[in-house]
Nanobody, 120 residues
Framework: QVQLVESGGGLVQAGGSLRLSCAAS????????MGWHRQAPGKQRELVAT???????DYADSVKGRFTIARDNAKNTVYLQMNSLKSEDTAVYHC??????????????WGQGTQVTVSS
């Protein structure tokens, strides 16, 4: 019913930049909070950044000053601009969205994930 499709991952050098995108589609009435999570092999999943429907943001300490989350409500899309990338940023990045459907249901949906690899 609702799908989140991510793009923008890849292989970059340390110090480089990537921009991740996640577009939600389907029977959507509105979206409350959207966010990005990441998980590396052998590590627990980490909440990277969130953004509310009103544009308020929150970041993990490890990415503050380097990553920026933004959204386009008209396109139901959330972005993660990642600058000054470090090797420890290597992970699979997933987006998530708190979605209100057109039939009145509320549910948290997750994207399929996109790999980000940072080499030194």
């Amino acid at each position: 019913q609702v799908q989140l499709v991510e793009s923008g991952g890849g292989l970059v050098q340390a110090g480089g930049s990537l921009r991740l995108s996640c577009a939600a589609s389907g029977s959507i009435f509105s979206i409350n909070t959207m966010g990005w999570h990441r998980q590396a092999p052998g590590k627990q999943r980490e909440l990277v950044a969130t953004i509310t429907s009103g544009g308020r943001t929150d970041y993990a300490d490890s990415v503050k000053g380097r990553f920026t989350i933004a959204r386009d409500n008209a396109k139901n899309t959330v972005y993660l601009q990642m600058n000054s990338l470090k090797s420890e940023d290597t992970a699979v990045y997933h987006c998530a969205a708190d979605v209100f459907s057109v039939v009145g249901r509320r549910y948290e949906y997750w994207g399929q994930g996109t790999q980000v690899t940072v080499s030194s």
